[in-house]
């Protein structure tokens, strides 16, 4: 073969392969072509991957990518108060540990002795495979140590204290601990499961069950390898939430959520742990049963989660580094309305030698059969595996079959679309196939297709994929491919980002959305906020669409979808700052000039903010005191070029009234809420820390807002209440705090305080949480307050739908 030919290479290389590759790029119909687009920025990782699947995507829009040193964590915003068309990604790091972790078999001063007798063990079997297996000897000694990560794995959302995903994290030395992102900027380990689990095999005498009959010594070196072999976790999966129900001291049941995390073992256990919702740390562990799968070899497991006439089954599919897939029956005990299978069911049995890598379980409805429908995929060297699972009046159908053709390499990372079932696959030559599940009569087929990363990055080689939570990017690890046939001198590894979705697409799925929360759908609001600050405007068929919604419907959802347009549309027509901020101004050398011609906004300068100050810059020392600003207006009306600001500030203050006017809509919405909480859960209205009167005479108090459930409310609110005020007092001078302003109270002495969005209540102490892109405060919760607001206290922030920190 000649050198130029190899994987990283865009040309097809000639033979078998190429053929496979042209009939299986025809294959799609006209209607899945797929336009992938890059989307600014890249992020440059610091260390170099590490582990199998090394990307995770969890619900609440974090990007972990496993590395040699931490887990990078990549969070996507759609900030509201920024202008830049990049993408807005908040960055931290979950650190390795700095100790290696040794796994506990036995007592510390016989596991030393046993050791030092193995390492120089007179039979080269045991001394040799000793001293070379990582994982009784983590820390090196003769060779390099272990370090980074395995995998990780996202928790549904609504597991913290926050009510965002947790952090499950295998290091390479066989670590396994949860993490939480409480405060924004750093990582909290909340518990280290290795470590407990250890403790209980050793308080069991290492026996899983009553019956397990006794074992060898820890001296025997076979009962050595079967000590690390049952607690070495191969990878771990987070189940759905689901409730439990808890007996309370005066025997009142109350439900509580709580979530499964299982481990799949070395030796094919399956350790399965229940956490209580929200989890803290070691005392949510509510319990940790041992399964055994019988699978040897195990690579990856799965949930395997399905509803069929609302009963609940659930299972986990483990595959094997030899071939095999199966699923198991798991038994929940005290969780409401679960079952479990009665004997495992095997998906795919031959002893092939073609290792599972990865398995996807994906909820589908069938259109033909009309039920839900599970579907299996998995990817095994080359070719994906998938198996369509349905409960029928016959009991369970399995149909299974193999995709082939897809990839001349094997496959390196497989991710899953949940909402359609659209499945990628990738292998190492940036070559990424799209394969959309087609329902027939009896099954299903694929559809597939073919995304070149060449084609968008240039010639690079892939480490692993991950699709957005609403499908609208792909996130892509690359590191430099193949330039003239030779290998690239350095490595840089990278998080690419590309778009799957078009901005009707994303549009579109806005406005049918069945979850009806902006920061749930933060990747498509993204190509959406990315849209209109290139064009600047609101396309008009969004705009039409989303009043018919606003009208026909009563949900607020669609007003802070519509509050989220005007925004970016306000962002988008904001000047660049036309001086440094730090320099001072010369703002009586100003007059108004018309544009000259050498200064007209080219559309890369608006790309390139940077270049734009530059150039802006040396004019404004020139001296020569022009109002260089109107340079940016040129895709704005404008009545002439002298006075070209005119139309532009007119616009930009209408918009700004049509934000002041949604935000008053939705504050009027939330308190109507609040106010409906507070009549049902007081007997009189007594000072339950909300300004109840205040409210009520804010609502009234304009009379251009005329909403008869509003009036009719209040005036059942005013008659519990009497005569009685309950004004909040200044905490300062213990003046009266006036209710003239949602956003802050001003008492007659001038101190200000702002007001908590979730309770009306004025935060009068230092400490208050914020949402995460700094709409609104609120407070937090205290002992003394009833249960209803603290579930008040929980709610998103009622503009943006961010969880408040």
């Known amino acids: ?45 610091q260390h170099g991957v590490s582990g199998l699947e090394p ?22 915003l759609s900030d509201v108060h920024s202008g830049g068309q990049e993408m807005v990604i908040h960055r931290t790091a979950v650190p390795a540990p700095s100790a290696a972790c040794l796994l506990k078999v036995g007592p510390k001063k016989e596991v030393a002795e046993c050791k030092e007798r193995f390492a120089s063990s ?22 390099p140590p272990m370090r980074g990560f395995k995998y990780s794995s996202w928790s549904p959302l609504g597991c913290d204290a926050n ?12 670590r396994l601990t949860i993490h939480a992102n409480l405060n924004r900027l750093q990582w909290v380990q909340l518990v280290d499961l290795t470590e407990i689990y250890g403790e209980r095999l050793y308080e069991a005498s290492y026996k899983l069950s009553k019956a397990d009959t006794a074992r060898g010594e820890l001296g025997d070196f076979s009962e050595f390898q079967r000590r690390h072999s049952m607690q070495t976790p191969v990878r771990m999966e987070w189940s759905g939430i689901c409730t439990t129900q808890q007996v309370k001291h005066n025997n009142e049941c109350r439900d509580v959520g709580s979530v499964l995390l299982a481990v799949l073992f070395e030796n094919g256990n399956i350790a399965v742990w229940q956490f209580q919702l929200p989890f803290l740390g070691k005392e949510s562990i509510t319990s940790c049963n041992t399964i055994e799968s019988g699978i040897n070899s195990p690579s990856v497991l799965s949930w395997w989660e399905y509803e069929h006439n609302n009963r609940k089954m659930s299972g986990l599919i483990v595959g094997s580094a030899f071939g095999p897939v199966k699923i198991l029956p798991v038994n929940l005990k005290a969780v409401k309305g679960y079952f479990t299978l009665r004997q495992p069911v095997v998906l795919w049995q031959e002893m092939d030698q073609l290792p599972v890598h990865s398995i996807k379980c994906i909820p589908l409805y069938h259109p033909y059969q009309k039920c839900s429908c599970s579907l299996v995929v998995a990817a095994r060297g080359a070719y994906v595996f998938w198996c369509l699972l349905l409960i029928s009046k016959a009991g369970l159908n399995v149909h299974n079959s193999h ?85 690239p001198v350095n490595k840089n590894y990278q998080v690419q980002f590309v778009t799957l979705k078009t901005f009707e697409e994303a549009a579109a799925q806005l406005l049918e959305s069945s979850v009806q929360n902006l920061f749930r759908q933060v990747d498509l609001t993204d190509l959406v906020r990315w849209k209109i600050l290139k064009d600047k405007h609101i396309p008009q ?84 005191g022009m109002d260089i600003d109107d340079t940016a207006e040129d895709s704005l009306p404008q009545s ?49 820390s909300i300004p109840t009167r205040g409210v009520c005479d804010f609502l009234m108090s304009d009379d251009g807002y005329d909403d008869r459930t509003a009036r009719v409310l209040i005036g059942h609110i005013l008659k519990k209440m009497n005569k009685q005020t309950f004004p909040e007092h200044c905490s300062l001078c213990k003046e009266i705090l006036p209710f003239t302003d949602r956003k802050q109270a001003v008492c007659s ?56 920190f």
């Open 1 to 45: 073969g000649s050198p130029s030919l190899s994987a990283g290479e865009e040309e097809p290389p000639l033979g078998l392969d190429s053929l496979v590759e042209e009939a299986a790029a025809a294959a799609p119909s006209a209607g899945f072509r797929l336009t992938a687009v890059r989307r600014e920025p890249a992020v440059r990782l």
């Open 55 to 76: 990307l995770a995507w969890s619900e609440d829009h974090r990007v972990s990518v496993s590395t040699a040193r931490s887990i990078a964590v990549l969070e996507q």
């Open 122 to 143: 007179v039979d080269p079997t045991v001394s040799q495979t000793f001293m070379l297996d990582r994982v009784f000897n983590p820390e090196g000694k003769s060779l």
């Open 163 to 174: 009510g965002r995903c947790l952090l499950a994290a295998l290091t390479m030395d066989n």
């Open 403 to 487: 995709v082939t053709g897809l990839h001349s390499l094997p496959i390196v990372s497989m991710t899953a679309d949940k909402q359609n079932g659209t499945v990628y696959t990738c292998s190492s030559d940036g070559k990424v196939r799209q394969l959309i599940p087609i329902f027939t009569d009896v099954a299903l087929k694929f559809e597939h297709q073919l995304i070149k990363l060449s084609e968008v990055f240039g010639s690079v080689r892939t480490h692993g994929i991950a699709v957005s939570p609403c499908g609208a990017y792909l996130a892509v690890i690359t590191t430099e491919g193949m330039t003239n046939g030779l290998h």
């Open 541 to 624: 068929f969004l705009q039409e669409a989303l009043d018919k919604k606003i009208e026909s419907c009563g949900s607020t959802y669609f007003w802070r979808f519509k509050l989220f347009l005007l925004r970016i549309l306000y962002q988008s027509m904001q000047k660049a700052p036309s001086e440094v901020m730090w320099r001072p101004s010369h703002e009586d050398a100003k007059i108004l000039i018309s544009d000259s011609p050498g200064m007209g906004s080219t559309e890369d300068d608006q790309e390139e903010g940077t270049s734009k100050q530059a150039s802006k810059q040396s004019l404004c020392d020139t001296g020569k």
């Open 640 to 688: 002439s070029d002298i006075g070209g600001r005119e139309p532009m500030e007119e616009k930009l203050l209408e918009i700004q009234a049509q934000i002041e006017a949604v935000e008053m809509h939705l504050t009027r919405e939330h308190m109507k809420r609040v106010l409906g909480e507070v009549y049902l859960h007081t007997w009189i209205t007594e000072n339950t």
């Open 749 to 804: 002495n001038g101190h200000i305080w702002l007001r908590c969005f979730l309770t009306y209540q004025s935060c009068q102490s230092l400490v208050y949480r914020r949402c995460l892109l700094h709409d609104s405060i609120a407070r937090h919760p205290t002992p003394e307050d009833p249960e209803w607001i603290k579930r008040l206290l929980q709610g998103p922030c009622t503009f943006c739908d961010s969880p408040v």
